[in-house]
């Protein structure tokens, strides 16, 4: 058996009893079990996985402890895997991050229970958690610089779209501006990569390269190498709304049903007539071989949102210089409506975001069958049906607890408007032909079966 004992970094120098009982109590308690699994996905970060199961399996012998000690506390690592060391020694990002996960699972197992959430359904006290775990995690920098970018887009894409997601990544750097993703690999650690070279040429000091994650993803993505900070929300919808509160622009790169949610978010927020007056730039943006995915994501939001949905979001292709200097000369538009509004600079609290894309939604095959997924209804209640469609394919797709739903029980079914079921079938279609469902050269199994038409196919 081979172990290592890591000196505490970051803000979790000093534990009081009681976290440390939390976590140590018992090897089967909830806490402990997410936070040894999320330890171990920290431990690959900087794998090409999209697959929990190939971290998860090879590893029952991997295990956490907490050791105390008057100066602090130490993290134990039992059997950890051996691709996380270099030349015995531990390598400092992932040492980091494994007590970043430490900080943010404490901060919400002992403040944040599941059942306090369930308890309390107030907008406003979601809103405030949100901050509090990002200003507990010391992600709120108070710069007043307006410049992070959040970079959305997929984590199976092929070679011609993570170029160019460098590419962007490198013009936004070189304006000195500074980069959000989910933290996986893909069009997430793309955008941070070509940053980190910019950064490195206009000697600016402050990079940041934001990893915003959560238990059920991080697994199936683990963090890139390039990430600097961590933090892991509780959960998508926190993890969603923490993206957009942060953000000062958001660019979207091809993807598949992830990035489709995330696209369907932000869309669904800004539908709200309260939120007619935000300034928050929205570019869609690949390679010129990637044209065809925007004109069927776009296509798709036309028919079934709208005109006014398809106008908070601009379509740049193939130029990636055109859309870093968009971003910038927006960045005096996002200055003046914080400054106008008195909003802060680096915590969009003006955003109004209703419970339907605050509340947890947790997809299985009665929540997936009972979407509302007609037209009759206002567009951003069908944008939030929308979004839970993608958001439990997501989970169909990588996360360990859907995808154990979808081996027992077979595809999710899902039921709807014909006509929308019809659009909504086209561009998952689309998704899979352009391998946008899993990793290239994984064959992708799909977790999900329109209006019973679609050919099932059903997990070995």
């Known amino acids: 058996m081979k172990s290592i004992q890591l000196n505490p970094v970051g803000a979790m120098s000093q534990l009081s009893q009681l976290e440390v009982d939390m ?12 936070f040894r699994d999320c330890c171990l996905a920290v431990l690959y970060s900087g794998a090409e996985i999209d697959n929990s199961d190939d971290i998860f399996s090879p590893h029952h012998d991997f295990d956490v402890n907490l050791i105390i000690r008057e100066r602090g506390v130490k993290v134990e690592l039992v059997n950890p895997p051996p691709h996380a060391f270099v030349d015995g020694q531990l390598i400092k990002g992932v040492h980091e991050h494994i007590f970043a996960v430490l900080r943010d699972l404490l901060h919400m197992g ?8 369930r308890e309390n359904l107030d907008s406003s006290f979601i809103t405030h958690s949100v901050f509090d775990m990002l200003r507990h995690a010391q992600a709120i920098k108070n710069t007043g610089e307006l410049n992070l970018v959040v970079c959305w887009g997929g984590h199976s894409i092929g070679n011609v779209e993570y170029q160019y997601t460098k590419e962007v990544g490198y013009q936004l750097g070189l304006r000195e501006l500074n980069i959000c993703t989910g933290c996986g690999p893909g069009a997430m650690k793309g955008p941070m990569k070509g940053a980190t070279i910019a950064h490195a040429k206009q000697r600016y ?13 991080i697994a199936a993505e683990p963090p890139n190498a390039i990430v600097n900070e961590l933090v892991i929300m509780p959960d998508i919808e926190k993890r969603l709304e923490a993206f957009l509160r ?54 798709f939001i036309g028919k079934t949102l709208g005109s006014e949905a398809q106008s908070l979001y601009t379509i740049i292709v193939g130029d990636a210089a055109k859309v870093a200097s968009m971003v910038k000369q927006k960045q005096s538009s996002v200055r003046e409506y914080r400054k106008t509004t008195g909003d802060s600079y680096d ?6 975001i209703s419970s339907d894309f605050q509340l947890p939604f947790i997809p299985d095959h009665e929540t997936m069958s009972t979407l509302k997924l007609y037209f009759k209804q206002p567009k951003a209640e069908l944008a939030a049906a929308l979004r839970k469609v993608f958001s439990g394919i997501v989970s169909g797709n990588v996360k360990s ?18 006509k929308l079921m019809s659009m909504m079938d086209e561009l998952l279609t689309s998704f899979v032909e352009q391998q946008r469902m899993k990793l290239p050269g994984t064959k992708y199994i799909p977790c999900y079966v329109i209006n019973n038409t679609s050919i099932i196919i059903r997990p070995n």
Request: net charge negative; no cysteine; hydrophobic share 35%.
């Open 110 to 117: 002992t403040k944040y229970s599941a059942d306090s959430f």
């Open 205 to 217: 000091k402050n990079g940041r390269y934001l990893g915003l994650t959560e238990p059920g993803i």
């Open 246 to 299: 942060l953000s000062h622009a958001i660019v979207i790169f091809p993807g598949g049903a992830g990035t489709a949610e995330e696209l369907l978010y932000i869309i669904g927020v800004l539908l709200d007539p309260q939120n007619s007056k935000q300034i928050l730039p929205i570019i869609l943006t690949g390679p010129e071989e990637s044209k065809a995915y925007f004109e069927a994501i776009d296509h």
């Open 347 to 352: 915590f969009n609290w003006s955003l109004k």
């Open 23 to 34: 976590l140590n109590q018992s090897a089967d308690s909830e806490l402990y079990q997410l």
């Open 401 to 418: 607890d859907g995808v154990q739903l979808i081996r027992e029980h077979g595809p999710f079914k899902l039921n709807g408007d014909n």
